[in-house]
């Protein structure tokens, strides 16, 4: 497969492998946050734990943007579903999120809600044509990576006259989420300090790798922008070693193939055109963050399913002692969990690290179970 | 059809739609049973006229095995549910080492389904039992009002006959056992999830349902030791892995590299976001035998045709957790676990 099979050569994984046991001092730890699912999702599928030496760790980032989703907004989106009567279009791995008692769209759908899952922002204009006295609500969720699309989509149904599609917008933006991140390890308190970042990769293009340099700056902490194919992985955690061992903290591009300094400004332009700040945002795990998130702006209040349909802020009731708010700030992982792998597995989620399998719980759970037999079930 | 004039004109399968009368009992059902079914199922057992088929018992243990058939979209590249219905079944026949010798067929049929249609299904069911040379010898019609069914639903049910001295079962897995698997993953899957989605690559994929008794006939005969033999139909490769190895007591070790995934498959799977380990086959089997025999069985599958491009994927290990393990191609290791829940999509 062409674009793909050369990212994931096992002989050049060796090499890079062995570049690793080299230049990696075994006189100190690395832990190496990666800041994305998709890059957690990497290191799983590709066992590449095994490939680096054990003082080289990998610890998991808040990256996924359905486990970051406060339950209150999937509370929302259930109400939407349920009680107004509208066609809910989400993408797939939504569906099983776990929200107040219990309920999920997955749920919800079962029980009558008419929930349709998209593939894009395309099939959901779609379904709205079709359905011209039916309200149809795309229910937006993403880093910066889907908000162009979403963007695209709405200026779309108001060219098309499209009145009855409304958006209900949750996306989110990474660098507070990091910069939070960093100000939490700075903290004297911390047993165990990220000492480097793999950054966002299809973020990236869109905003560019020149959105984390204020971080890199402000925390004197090394940053490479990482692909999600396992070489890129690889190779980033490399480049991370040596701007360590140097005592460097720039913010470097292993993603050279896609993103640029400045990222995508025909994106950026639509973004801007489309959405506005929110003045703070919960994250699921980090709570509320300044300027974390994007709402639909003004001039677009029409296609805005949270004015349309005057959605409450709710807060969600979170399951007790699900450890994923630490999980998804880097300090604790999915193992020291008490619910993990007894009453948390992905058939029976509790937590939203479990549900998708960008989490890093379900990926500790599906591929690297074995390593703690204990929790086996 | 021993009467041709027996109803008042011939069934509309043009233009026609299946109403409420074709599952009343009357005369519109029994001119759908003749026209359509006995009509193209044609043998002695339907032209009985009989509500059962009797037939001569043979000697040594018989199989029985179900299957219904609820596939969107019905008809998808490389088959349709008429086929389906008719290998899925031959398939889970075979995989007790069974030479399948009778169908039956249950056929539930919405409320203004398209008679066009069905005799499209009904034309390649019959191609698919007669190739496979396995007859549907009975069967049931009933139809659902608009908005309760989706389309058509078929159930056929199986029986067979394993031979003397054969005992396949997938609790037979032994440590050191080697795993076969005869041919590529996620074909079937992907054709039809990718006609679902309307999703059109450049070069087509095609279902690879196909009837897999021959294969496991002549596998039969030239290892009769073969312990397991299972068809990763749903959840795939994966699943049918876990499952033997749970029902054995067992854990297993496969290599990624030698797990064939057609470069059209891996790069669709790739596209939609889902692990071809996961995606659905109807024409492959995953094999488990003695490792003295793995050779020889592995020569013998790859001079089938539905046998080509079969591979020796792994071995049998002990563990008391049966977890099925893999090495990838990157030599890290991981587990290959039980779907959770619908395989989805996955957004980034």
Redesign the interface.
């Known amino acids: 497969m062409k674009y793909v099979d050369e990212f994931r050569s096992g002989e050049r994984a060796v090499r890079l492998a062995a570049a690793i046991h080299r230049e990696a001092d075994a006189g100190r730890t690395y832990r190496l946050m990666e800041f994305c699912g998709g890059h957690t999702h990497a290191i799983f599928r590709f066992g590449l734990q095994d490939l680096v030496p054990v003082n080289v760790e990998f610890v998991h980032g808040p990256g996924c943007p359905v486990c970051v989703l406060p339950m209150g907004r999937i509370d929302n989106a259930i109400d939407l579903a349920r009680n107004h009567d509208v066609i809910l279009c989400t993408y797939g791995d939504l569906m099983r999120v776990p929200g107040s008692h219990r309920m999920s769209l997955l749920k919800a759908k079962a029980a009558g809600a008419d929930i349709r899952m998209v593939y894009s922002t395309r099939d959901a204009l779609a379904i709205a044509r079709a359905h011209r006295r039916r309200q149809v609500v795309f229910f937006a969720i993403g880093f910066e990576t889907t908000a162009p699309p979403t963007a695209v989509a709405i200026r779309q149904a108001r060219a098309e006259g499209l009145s009855n599609f409304s958006v209900f917008c949750n996306h989110v933006l990474t660098p507070p989420a990091l910069a939070y991140i960093l100000r939490e390890n700075a903290r004297a308190s911390r047993p165990a300090g990220i000492d480097g970042v793999l950054g966002p990769s299809h973020v990236s293009t869109i905003i560019g790798s020149g959105a984390y340099e204020p971080c890199a700056e402000a925390f004197s902490m090394p940053v490479v922008i990482a692909g999600f194919e396992p070489l890129d992985v690889m190779q980033s955690a490399l480049m991370l070693i040596r701007q360590i061992n140097a005592g460097r903290h720039a913010v470097e591009n292993e993603y050279t193939r896609v993103v640029t300094r400045e990222g995508n400004r025909k994106a950026q332009a639509l973004m801007a055109e489309v959405f506005e700040t929110r003045p703070a945002f919960e994250w699921r795990g980090l709570g509320k963050l300044p300027d974390s998130a994007l709402a639909i702006a003004g001039s677009y209040a029409d296609v805005d399913a949270e004015r349309r349909f005057a959605l409450p802020a709710t807060a969600g009731s979170e399951v007790k002692g699900c450890l994923c708010p630490s999980i998804l700030r880097g300090e604790d992982k999915p193992a020291d969990c008490r619910l993990f792998g007894t009453v948390c597995t992905p058939e029976n989620p509790m937590g939203a690290c479990m549900v998708s399998s960008e989490g890093a719980c379900a990926a500790y759970w599906s591929y690297g179970r074995f390593r703690q037999p204990a929790t086996a079930a | 059809m021993s009467r041709p004039h027996r109803f008042p004109g011939r069934l509309d399968v043009k233009t026609g739609t299946v109403d409420m009368s074709h599952g009343s009992g009357g005369r519109s059902m029994a001119q759908l049973v003749a026209e359509l079914f006995v009509h193209h199922f044609d043998n002695a057992w339907l032209r009985q006229g009989n509500d059962q088929a009797t037939y001569s018992v043979a000697a040594g243990r018989m199989v029985v095995s179900t299957d219904a058939h609820v596939i969107s979209p019905l008809f998808f590249p490389g088959g349709d549910i008429g086929s389906l219905a008719v290998h899925g079944t031959i398939n889970d026949v075979a995989m007790a080492g069974a030479a399948p010798s009778y169908l039956t067929a249950a056929f539930i049929l919405e409320e203004g389904f398209p008679l066009r249609d069905l005799e499209r299904i009904v034309t390649s069911m019959a191609r698919a039992s007669c190739e496979a040379g396995v007859p549907v010898v009975a069967g049931d019609t009933k139809v659902v009002e608009r908005g309760k069914g989706d389309g058509v639903f078929i159930t056929t049910t199986g029986l067979g006959v394993v031979p003397e001295g054969v005992e396949v079962s997938g609790d037979r897995a032994g440590p050191g056992d080697a795993i076969l698997l005869s041919g590529t993953i996620g074909d079937h899957g992907v054709a039809v999830m990718s006609s679902r989605?309307h999703l059109e690559f450049e070069t087509e994929i095609r279902s690879d349902s196909a009837p897999l008794h021959g294969l496991v006939a002549r596998m039969i005969e030239a290892v009769p030791g073969i312990r397991c033999l299972r068809d990763p139909t749903r959840g795939g490769l994966a699943t049918t892995l876990n499952e033997l190895a749970l029902q054995s007591g067992v854990g297993m070790m496969v290599e990624e590299?030698r797990i064939p995934v057609a470069?059209a498959v891996?790069?669709a799977c790739?596209l939609l976001g889902l692990d071809p380990l996961y995606v659905a086959n109807e024409g492959k089997l995953v094999c488990i035998c003695p490792a003295d025999d793995a050779e020889r069985l592995l020569s013998v599958m790859r001079a089938d045709a539905l046998g080509r491009e079969a591979a020796i994927i792994g071995h049998v290990v002990a563990d008391a957790?049966h977890?099925v393990?893999m090495?990838?191609?990157?030599?890290?290791?991981?587990?290959i676990?039980w779907l959770?829940?619908e395989q989805?999509?996955?957004?980034?």
Do not use: N, Q, Y
Request: proline residues 8%; contains cysteine.
């Open positions: 989605e590299e470069p891996a790069a790739e957790h977890f393990r090495r990838t191609a990157f030599g890290g290791v991981r587990i676990d959770a829940g989805l999509p996955r957004i980034c």
